[in-house]
């Protein structure tokens, strides 16, 4: 309301990261009653952020577990899901080469190619942080090879060689910390240069908790997902 009236106008809410309220919940050591409060809290804290509140125009929420939230009633039980996850397909392709026809046709998967970086726009990104560095330009392909080694690692669905954008700029970012502007590199120097630069760097972002918790409830549907991802 007070956004409303100073602004003259509703405000678009967006919410990053909704799912890890409700994970947080899950993986503590509460009891089953207090468990169910917080949940309560949250599904009536959701409900009014994303329907009771009238001077939003409105909402976005983006998480990587699916939390459903369609069983709160009359509260925040309207959300449209835009999946990353495509059209199922029996073939993995480059997701630059996918024609839009082959997108679902209600819409669903219209964002697809928004997530994550493709191999042309690491390029892209490649290109203007060594145009400073002449000496270093034409080393281009041996930065892709390194980048591709460590963050094209993405595959949904029949969309396969996605990069992970948080890494590939934190790569970036070391690489022209790291770099000597003045010194003229070696190809042995420059590609000892790129592979220094390569970390876990999503890794340092958070905890991977809850996947190894299933990990250990479900050990064998785990080995079968493995299986599946690496044949």
């Given at each position: ?39 309560t ?8 952020m ?11 929420m ?5 939390i ?8 925040a ?25 082959e ?12 997530f ?49 954008p ?21 190809d042995?120097?420059?590609?000892a ?37 690496f044949?």
């Amino acid at each position: 309301m007070l956004t409303r009236s100073h602004f003259g106008r509703r405000h678009i809410l967006l919410a990053d990261e909704y799912d890890v309220p409700f994970i947080t919940v899950y993986q503590s050591d509460w009891s089953a009653s207090q468990k169910q409060d917080a949940l309560t809290v949250l599904k009536n804290l959701f409900g009014f952020m994303f329907k009771g509140d009238t001077s939003r125009e409105k909402g976005l929420m983006a998480g990587v577990f699916p939390i459903s939230l369609g069983d709160l009633g009359s509260g925040a039980n309207n959300f449209y899901d835009i999946t990353m996850v495509p059209t199922k397909q029996d073939e993995y392709v480059d997701p630059t080469s996918i024609d839009p026809s082959e997108l679902a046709t209600d819409g669903s998967d219209e964002f697809t190619d928004s997530f994550g970086f493709n191999r042309s726009e690491v390029g892209a990104l490649a290109e203007i942080v060594l145009a400073p560095y002449k000496h270093l330009y034409n080393q281009i392909e041996d930065v892709m090879w390194t980048i591709k080694q460590w963050y094209d690692g993405y595959q949904f669905d029949r969309f396969r060689g996605k990069y992970n954008p948080w890494s590939v700029c934190f790569y970036f970012k070391h690489l022209t910390k790291n770099v000597r502007p003045t010194k003229v590199y070696t190809d042995v120097e420059a590609s000892a240069l790129f592979k220094s630069c390569a970390r876990s760097y999503w890794d340092e972002t958070g905890s991977p908790g809850l996947i190894e918790r299933q990990m250990e409830l479900y050990p064998g549907e785990f080995c079968t997902l493995a299986n599946e991802l690496f044949r």
